[in-house]
């Protein structure tokens, strides 16, 4: 069946021109042009597939099925409007609403994610494998922080609950004004489903553990693809994954990728010179770990509360049921 995606003004070309442009003057691309083009996308479905836990272990799919329920244990409304904040492949979505089906009397669905190739992957996953359910895919950048209520008011009946769904966004979003920002999107009865990335010990104890994940040849793809699709050339640069904390008592740490020109540059893009001195680094991806034991921290000071967590046997990854009261 055909898809029909609405595209928010965030995802407009002047405003995608100006973040790009503006990425390369500092040196930091936006971690939206990851996934921004068809081929990105699948170049991240592709690293997704072998490396992410959620399709490498089947055991924290099972823990995502128990946060699931528990989830729709505290839907009190007849009507649910389920929104998927970043709904990548729609894997996890899917198997949400397949539980919802048989509690709802009506269901409505939202997946959003800044590449409208995945928006169209998640639908026809969705349509493939469910019946229909009212569904409205928008193509945003939630890193813009946009307006988005008056499009998720529009096809809900009176007395809606929304449940948020947050997976797998937190990492490569700066996580202190995006939190906050979600918790805006949240009227008193609404419910938050949220993943996070969590490194077992602090730093730098994990980090045998979890930065083969990023430094590894799909992961290289993906990045080298972005790198490519801007006038780099493979010759010209040599990307590195290195960790740093971002706490002093390495609670929070980042894992970072940068490229490092191998010689001089002369990059033109959209009319405009940047030159790139040899040596000189690129960030292309950053993603935030967190403890276990800091998590209830990073989300009360966001101003929402932990009502119920599902953390995997590895503490590699929680899911937190969350509440804006």
Same mark, same amino acid.
């Given at each position: 069946?055909?898809?029909?995606?609405?595209?928010?003004?965030?995802?407009?070309?002047?405003?995608?021109?100006?973040?790009?442009?503006?990425?390369?003057?500092?040196?930091?691309?936006?971690?939206? #042009?990851?996934?921004?083009?068809?081929?990105?996308?699948?170049?991240?479905?592709?690293?997704?597939?072998?490396?992410?836990?959620?399709?490498?272990?089947?055991?924290?799919?099972?823990?995502?099925?128990?946060?699931?329920?528990?989830?729709?244990?505290?839907?009190?409304?007849?009507?649910?409007?389920?929104?998927?904040?970043?709904?990548?492949?729609?894997?996890?979505?899917?198997? #949400?609403?397949?539980?919802?089906?048989?509690?709802?009397?009506?269901?409505?669905? $939202?997946?959003?994610?800044?590449?409208?190739?995945?928006?169209?992957?998640?639908?026809?996953?969705?349509?493939?494998?469910?019946?229909?359910?009212?569904?409205?895919?928008?193509?945003?950048?939630?890193?813009?922080?946009?307006?988005?209520?008056?499009?998720?008011?529009?096809?809900?009946? $009176?007395? $809606?609950?929304?449940?948020?769904?947050?997976?797998?966004?937190?990492?490569? +979003?700066?996580?202190?004004?995006?939190?906050?920002?979600?918790?805006?999107?949240?009227?008193?009865?609404?419910?938050?489903?949220?993943?996070?990335?969590?490194?077992?010990?602090?730093?730098?104890?994990?980090?045998?553990?979890?930065?083969?994940?990023?430094?590894?040849?799909?992961?290289?793809?993906? +990045?080298?693809?972005?790198?490519?699709?801007?006038?780099?050339?493979?010759?010209?640069?040599?990307?590195?994954?290195?960790?740093? $904390?971002?706490?002093?008592?390495?609670?929070?740490?980042?894992?970072?990728?940068?490229?490092?020109?191998?010689?001089?540059?002369?990059?033109?893009?959209?009319?405009?010179?940047?030159? #790139?001195?040899?040596?000189?680094?690129?960030?292309?991806?950053?993603?935030?770990?967190?403890?276990?034991?800091?998590?209830?921290?990073?989300?009360?000071?966001?101003?929402?509360?932990?009502?119920?967590?599902?953390?995997?046997?590895?503490?590699?990854?929680?899911?937190?049921?969350?509440?804006?009261?």
């Amino acid at each position: 069946m055909p898809v029909t995606l609405t595209v928010h003004d965030s995802q407009y070309p002047t405003q995608i021109t100006a973040q790009l442009l503006r990425g390369l003057r500092v040196r930091q691309l936006p971690g939206k #042009f990851l996934y921004d083009s068809p081929a990105q996308a699948q170049r991240w479905l592709a690293y997704h597939q072998a490396y992410s836990p959620s399709r490498t272990e089947p055991a924290l799919l099972a823990l995502y099925q128990e946060a699931f329920q528990a989830a729709l244990r505290a839907v009190t409304a007849s009507a649910l409007h389920y929104v998927s904040l970043g709904c990548g492949g729609g894997t996890k979505d899917v198997l #949400f609403l397949q539980q919802a089906l048989a509690q709802c009397a009506h269901l409505c669905f $939202t997946p959003m994610d800044v590449s409208a190739a995945l928006v169209v992957e998640t639908m026809v996953r969705l349509q493939s494998t469910l019946p229909p359910i009212t569904s409205s895919p928008l193509v945003v950048d939630l890193e813009a922080e946009p307006e988005i209520l008056p499009l998720l008011e529009r096809y809900e009946p $009176t007395n $809606t609950q929304r449940i948020f769904a947050c997976f797998g966004m937190l990492p490569n +979003f700066v996580y202190r004004t995006f939190l906050p920002y979600i918790r805006r999107l949240m009227r008193p009865t609404d419910l938050l489903l949220l993943s996070a990335n969590l490194s077992p010990l602090p730093y730098p104890h994990s980090l045998p553990l979890i930065v083969p994940q990023y430094d590894n040849p799909f992961a290289h793809a993906w +990045f080298s693809g972005l790198l490519e699709s801007l006038g780099f050339s493979a010759a010209d640069l040599h990307v590195t994954v290195q960790a740093h $904390t971002l706490s002093d008592d390495g609670q929070v740490w980042q894992i970072r990728a940068h490229a490092q020109c191998q010689r001089q540059i002369h990059l033109t893009l959209y009319d405009e010179q940047f030159p #790139f001195a040899n040596g000189e680094q690129l960030q292309v991806f950053f993603s935030n770990r967190f403890t276990p034991q800091i998590m209830p921290q990073i989300l009360a000071e966001a101003g929402l509360t932990v009502v119920e967590t599902f953390l995997f046997a590895s503490q590699e990854e929680g899911i937190y049921l969350c509440t804006g009261l």
